[in-house]
């Protein structure tokens, strides 16, 4: 017979690891632009800007965003709660935590317009004068670094607790990736003449996603290993 704290953790596993692979599938709602006519360029345009205001499936993007943000938090605090608890991976289930309440923040704070969409509102965003591209790129930056504090620190969990090495280069071919699309990121709203800042965005975004299926698959190795 399983004893009861042992089979508590089963459930808390199996629970965490649901709600990872969920969390996965709704944070890359952003692939539903290749099938509705949003009318954005996917190469050029920013992802929030599929949940602008002014956009026709704006609701959808926006929806799919607050969705991912409470399914990950959940995920994250029954993350917190699973044994042994080691230092990295304490940080990177609390990051989570904060990435997943960002995302949320961000769905309840999207822009009120399109800029790739609206000569007007590029006008206007490149002036300063929009307050909710100013309060989406506050929230925005928060998702995105607890993202990537929450990546470091698995990843480096993968290698000082000796996780499988199918998983450590899986980790590193994302934090690649991650930093390519940050890179070129950067150089692309830097003024300069760089092609595709909607690329480069997506890029981090399906890094990002990533992530979250390499925290899965962790747990989902826990359910064998009890380790976390």
Do not use: K, N
């Not at 926006?62 to 409470?70: A, E, M, Q, V, Y």
Request: glycine share 10%; charged share 10%.
């Amino acid at each position: 017979m399983i004893p009861a704290a042992p089979r508590a953790q089963r459930r808390t596993r199996i629970a965490t690891l649901t709600l990872l692979v969920v969390g996965a599938v709704l944070y890359s709602s952003w692939l539903l632009e290749l099938v509705l006519p949003t009318g954005l360029d996917p190469t050029e345009a920013f992802a929030s800007e599929l949940a602008a205001l002014d956009q026709p499936y704006g609701f959808v993007f926006r929806t799919g965003d607050l969705c991912t943000g409470i399914i990950l938090t959940v995920a994250g605090v029954l993350g917190l709660t699973l044994r042994p608890r080691r230092a990295l991976t304490t940080v990177g289930w609390a990051a989570l935590v904060v990435f997943a309440i960002s995302t949320a923040a961000d769905s309840r704070m999207p822009l009120s317009c399109a800029a790739h969409a609206s000569a007007q509102c590029a006008a206007l965003e490149a002036a300063g004068l929009s307050e909710s591209a100013r309060l989406h790129a506050v929230t925005s930056w928060f998702a995105a670094v607890s993202a990537a504090v929450s990546g470091l620190a698995f990843i480096a969990a993968a290698f000082r607790y000796r996780w499988p090495r199918g998983q450590r280069v899986f980790g590193v071919v994302l934090l690649c990736a991650y930093l390519a699309g940050t890179v070129w990121l950067y150089f692309a709203t830097g003024g300069g003449d760089v092609w595709g800042l909607g690329v480069a965005q997506r890029l981090q975004l399906a890094a990002t996603t990533g992530w979250l299926i390499f925290v899965a698959l962790h747990t989902s190795r826990g359910l064998r290993e009890g380790s976390t």
